[in-house]
């Protein structure tokens, strides 16, 4: 079965801490995506990142990373230097092995709030 | 930028009403979806199509229905509303460029029932 945990619930830090969000997936499925979006209070998902399961390289964006393990089946989310602008609820989204439908499955979501 | 358009942004309405939900997007993309979101919540896939003529429910079984007469619009229709029909409902689509593309998002509808 798949599935999608983002056991943090809820998270708050001061303006310029680093906060990692935390992402760990089921599958079956030797071929898979995995993604993160960003939804703000506005109520639009917004696409972050997109990364197949044969690239295990993390990534840095500015501010974001993201740390893909294969061996814990996880896909952190880093953010360096927080800002208010990036609080928001943060969903971690697995898709399965390429078809007609790329159906997404999605965690529950982390809402990060970013004090001043 | 993702060119999806979802009208109306809010509705408030009374129980009984026939409600469609407009979505349109014009990167000419073949999949198409809808997910409905409580708020604070995650979402749930109610409706997709992989291209004109194909429509197939999603995960949550819903009592709304879709068409997709035209690639680029994917519209919703509650024949019914009911309170529980209360939430936000979210047009996404994707492109067939090899792997499993990024699902591009509307800013969604609140859908408030009375």
């Known amino acids: 079965a798949q599935k999608v945990t983002q056991a943090q619930t809820e998270i708050s830090v001061v303006e310029k801490e680093d906060v990692t969000l935390d992402c760990v997936y089921e599958?079956?499925?030797?071929?898979?995506?995995l993604f993160w979006y960003k939804q703000p209070p506005s109520g639009e998902l917004v696409f972050l990142i997109r990364?197949?399961?044969?690239?295990?390289q993390n990534e840095i964006s500015g501010r974001y990373s993201w740390n893909f393990q294969k061996s814990t089946s996880s896909f952190n989310f880093t953010i360096t230097a927080s800002q208010v602008v990036d609080s928001a609820v943060y969903f971690c989204?697995?898709?399965?092995?390429?078809?007609?439908?790329?159906?997404?499955?999605f965690g529950t979501g982390t809402r990060l709030q970013v004090f001043p | 930028e993702a060119d999806i358009y979802q009208t109306p942004r809010y509705l408030v309405i009374g129980t009984g009403k026939k409600i469609t939900l407009e979505c349109s997007q014009t990167?000419?993309?073949?999949?198409m979806y809808w997910y409905q979101q409580d708020p604070g919540m995650e979402l749930h896939l109610i409706h997709y199509?992989?291209?004109?003529?194909?429509?197939e429910k999603g995960d949550l079984s819903s009592e709304s229905t879709v068409s997709r007469i035209r690639t680029e619009h994917f519209p919703l229709t509650l024949e019914s509303a009911r309170p529980s029909h209360t939430s936000q409902y979210l047009c996404?689509?994707?492109?067939?460029?090899?792997?499993?593309?990024?699902?591009?998002f509307g800013d969604g509808t609140r859908l408030s029932i009375l």
């Open positions: 990364r197949n399961s044969f690239d295990e």
């Open positions: 996404a689509s994707s492109g067939d460029d090899g792997g499993n593309q990024p699902q591009h």
């Open positions: 990167m000419g993309h073949d999949k």
């Open positions: 989204a697995l898709s399965e092995a390429p078809g007609n439908t790329d159906k997404l499955i």
């Open positions: 599958t079956r499925d030797t071929t898979y995506y």
């Open positions: 199509s992989y291209g004109v003529n194909s429509t």
